[in-house]
Nanobody, 116 residues
């Protein structure tokens, strides 16, 4: 059974940092990513990473502040978030895929709250 389990969310003050983790089980994935959904908003892409880690991509608001990485030996992807802002407040979801199309495996989400 494929499962993605996020952890590392919490409450942090603006300017602080958090590191999210997503542990995958059941299979490995070529592409892994982070999405987020703020209250009253649609889910949006945050960052993605290829199997080797050589290819990454970020939404504009995350560039320079967030870093996605992965440890294939642990089947885990990370999202290091620095200089957090209140507008980063959202439920963060881990996603994974073995195709170049949509992400078809999702975690349950972890809440990130940034206070001003």
């Amino acid at each position: 059974q494929v499962q993605l389990v996020e952890s590392g969310g919490g409450l942090v003050q603006a300017g602080g940092s958090l590191r999210l983790s997503c542990a995958a089980s059941g299979r490995t994935f070529n592409r892994m990513a982070w999405f987020r959904q703020a209250p009253g908003k649609e889910r949006e892409f945050v960052a993605r990473i290829s199997w080797t880690g050589a290819n990454t991509a970020y939404t504009d608001s995350a560039k320079g502040r967030f870093t996605i990485s992965r440890d294939n030996a642990k089947n885990t992807v990370y999202l290091q978030m620095n200089s957090l802002k209140p507008e980063d407040t959202a439920v963060y979801y881990c996603a994974a895929s073995n195709t170049a199309l949509q992400f078809d495996s999702w975690g349950q989400g972890t809440q990130v709250t940034v206070s001003s």
